[in-house]
């Protein structure tokens, strides 16, 4: 006959009392009980894990200003993945309003007259409006504002035309994780679990966007170790606190506060406040499908897949860097002799960061 042992119940106890003690813990930081959240930076941070995310961001960041070519290199994928940031944003916010049975104030009769999504979705699309035409700027997209910083990039590194169309190719694991940002932010029109999972995953974009800006524009533009860099990818602040020069779209989402004397919030970090208020709305007028915990379950769940999916860039484009000095732990196989950051032979099926 088998023994019991007493102390493998206990230990079993124990960690299924901590697992609800601590999860209780961030529902008492991210919302009270009812229908309206209040949320707490530090409880976000939390769930973020935001301390090892940045310091992967740094180490990604010191790696590429080793070289006129992986700085470049590693601005090309951050502006191309962005590139689809705005549109994701605004598909997010019309995917709300298309879903006009989903939010509503249950309170209201007749059930025509208590829809609430457009109550949620402007705070959304708040994120995107300077994102397509930012009236500080001259009413430039910010995608053109990434292109002008990505060519002065290349005229440092003396790129040519060739040689850009070289390091311009991705890999096949990155092409595909640009597909899930873009399939996951824009969440699904009807679908309630899908949208508020692409609530918390917007909610987490622009959190750690306003974070990610600041640490390039110190580690890559501040402590770049060639003068030549900074005097030909021009940075600059006029007194009225408007930026300029090729390195504005940076700047303009978030800068190095040090150096100016402030926190270094940019645009990012008016958006988080508007992703939090969606949030919130969203909670008020939640759909009859969902309880409170798993509103916030499923909040969480986006955040943490927008975290995770986000890490898994920084370690491809890592990987890329380094692709020419060793074989890559994750994706790539050793450089082929065509081009010394990409290989013809990659696949994403090996692709650890995406698993």
Do not use: C, H
């Given at each position: 006959m088998g023994r019991h042992h007493p102390s493998h119940t206990l230990d079993a106890n124990f960690i299924r009392f901590l697992t609800i003690y601590v999860l209780s813990l961030y529902r008492t930081s991210v919302y009270a009980t009812g229908d309206t959240y209040v949320f707490d930076d530090r409880a976000i941070a939390d769930i973020l894990g935001v301390q090892d995310y940045e310091g992967l961001i740094r180490k990604v960041c010191r790696r590429a200003v080793q070289s006129p070519k992986a700085t470049y290199l590693l601005m090309e994928r951050y502006t191309h993945i962005n590139g689809f940031a705005g549109s994701s944003v605004a598909l997010l916010a019309g995917n709300i309003g298309y879903s006009r049975e989903l939010f509503s104030d249950q309170s209201v009769q007749p059930e025509g007259s208590s829809d609430r999504g457009m109550m949620i979705a402007p705070k959304v699309l708040a994120a995107t409006l300077d994102e397509h035409s930012d009236h500080v700027l001259g009413h430039a997209s910010h995608r053109t504002l990434a292109q002008v910083c990505l060519n002065a990039i290349a005229a440092y590194a003396r790129l040519s035309v060739a040689e850009r169309s070289i390091l311009d190719r991705k890999p096949p694991c990155l092409l595909a994780l640009v597909e899930q940002f873009k399939d996951t932010y824009r969440g699904t029109a009807g679908n309630a679990p899908s949208l508020v999972r692409a609530l918390g995953y917007h909610l987490a974009s622009e959190y750690l966007a306003d974070r990610e800006y600041q640490i390039k524009d110190e580690e890559i533009w501040f402590r770049y170790p060639d003068e030549k860099f900074r005097k030909t990818v021009k940075r600059g602040r006029k007194t009225d606190g408007t930026w300029f020069g090729h390195w504005t779209w940076v700047t303009v989402h978030g800068h190095f506060g040090t150096a100016e004397g402030d926190q270094g919030h940019g645009v990012e970090h008016d958006h988080y406040l508007s992703a939090v208020e969606a949030l919130k709305a969203a909670?008020?007028?939640?759909?009859?499908?969902?309880?409170?915990?798993?509103?916030?379950?499923?909040?969480?769940?986006?955040?943490?897949?927008?975290?995770?999916?986000?890490?898994?860039?920084?370690?491809?484009?890592?990987d890329e860097i380094e692709a020419n000095t060793r074989e890559c732990h994750s994706c790539f196989l050793p450089s082929s002799a065509a081009s010394p950051w990409i290989s013809d032979q990659q696949n994403p099926d090996q692709c650890s960061a995406l698993r």
């Open positions: 909670a008020k007028f939640r759909p009859r499908e969902l309880t409170n915990d798993e509103m916030f379950s499923l909040a969480v769940e986006g955040m943490r897949a927008f975290k995770d999916q986000w890490t898994a860039f920084y370690t491809i484009v890592l």
